[in-house]
């Protein structure tokens, strides 16, 4: 048994860059990984320093920690750890209950295909299994019992566990859950899996284990990320009994092309991973892509703003940038008007282009309640009768007010709203943080040609709707997602307002069919020479 602390952090070559473990008295972590040697699974020094501190015990004979997490870049071997963990709750320290589960079923397959090979390999394993049953979700090793008088009756049981809002219900985990691609829980999962360890906290000896990678910050609070990173939170600081290990890079600038820090973070590095493929295949590529951050995150370990602490879409500093107090726009110019969820509030915001040929948002009015837009919308485009249209998304909670705004004239025509889809928002908030955060490609113009003004209070509404945004992800599209403490009326106006700038602000013959007859009749009169507007 190692002692704390344990001698592995003198032989480890590359320990992870944070390691915070509740101080143990002993540790099954040597017998552990001897054991998993003889199934043919040869542990790397710094797998055999993750698998040890998680198995401490103190003088009590209970774990240390109660929670382990470990964050290692892919493809570096973190399954490794998680299957000599497995090991050593089957068959050294007698647990009744070891549950596995992953984001998607092939990852738990995977790794059950690995642990049967294993067992199989090992007489001193595979002589203590009972029965291995292979049928689809019903994959699982069982053990016979601890003592030959237990021998029928106390089993020993490995499940793999599709990962659902009803996944684990029903079991009461006496052992271990593995909770893998971590970055992927949700609070239904969770609801359904950690109630199966509360049984047992008293006069048995659970561990919770989470492994993953840091999160897609486009990962919304329902759609998963944000528990991972209160994990995270709580282990980077030592909070309580949990174990975390973590390979990332220091906080603050970093080159990601050097490669003493691609060794740094992953500790698989020349090991199992090839530095040139890294640098010619993953590096090049998502540069070539436009896309370095996923670099940063899939193969350096770096991860996200907390959303809790807000900038999670647009990060502070580009926001900052492009916010322009004298900004001034010429028509023709775009409307859109938007509310919250709850239709406590609404905006009213105008896109257009300037004089120097960037594109000018604004905020031009912001109440409470909803129902003064319809007719704040008519005044608006009958003082700017060359807009080209007043734009709302027909689903969301705006589109109630479509009947009544329609039911207005200016200049004795019906108002025509344009009827944008859930997929047109999607484009839009596309292009608004594009058009706020892109990054130049060689040979292509900057995309960052968005300038924001307005009123102080409400820039001040849009700087809290802005901070406060995260992502609704639909299959593979996302909006800001509506249901979020801050009222969102002021950010989805002004996606709408730009993305129907940027579809009808050029009218052409070809224009869509929701752009009313009018405006297409006058489509030549918006290349005429550009006038100023007093918005």
Known sequence: MTTWPPSATSTCARPPRIRNVPPFTYSAGEEAVKLAATGGLIADDWQELIVNDQLGKRDDGKFAAIECGAVVPRQNGKGGCIEIRKIAGLFLL?????????????TAAEHFRRMKTYIKNSDEM????????????????????????????????????????????????????????AQFLTSAHLAALLPTMSAVTLQGDPQLLYYG???????TRSAGGAYWISVRNRGVKGLGRLCWHEYSPPDGPFDRTDRGLWRATNPAMDVRIDPEYVATVELEAMVEAGTPEVFDRERLGVWPPDPRDGWAVIPEQDWRDAQDPASTVVDPVCFAMATNLARTWGAIAVCGRRADGLWHLEVVDRRPGASWMPARAAQLLAKWPRNVGLVVVASGPAGALIADTEARKVAERPIEVVKASVQDYAKACGQLTLGVSGIATEGEENPRRLKFTGAPEYMRALDDAVKGATKHVTGDVWTFDRDVEVDTSTIEAVSMALWGF??????????????????????????RPQQRLNI
């Open 502 to 527: 940027a579809s009808f602000g050029q009218l052409a013959p070809n224009a869509p069919a929701t752009v009313s007859a009018h405006l297409r009749a006058e489509a030549g009169n918006f290349f």
């Open 94 to 106: 007698q647990e009744r209950v070891v549950m596995y589960t992953a984001h998607e079923f092939k």
């Open 126 to 181: 595979s002589r203590q299994v009972k029965s291995i049953s292979d049928g689809h979700g019903k994959e699982g090793i069982e053990l016979y019992g601890a003592s030959k008088r237990t021998r029928l009756t106390e089993t020993r049981r490995l499940l793999y566990i599709a990962r659902s809002a009803g996944s684990g219900r029903g079991f009461t985990g006496d052992g271990c859950l593995f909770l893998d691609e």
């Open 213 to 219: 990678t840091p999160p897609d910050p486009t990962e």
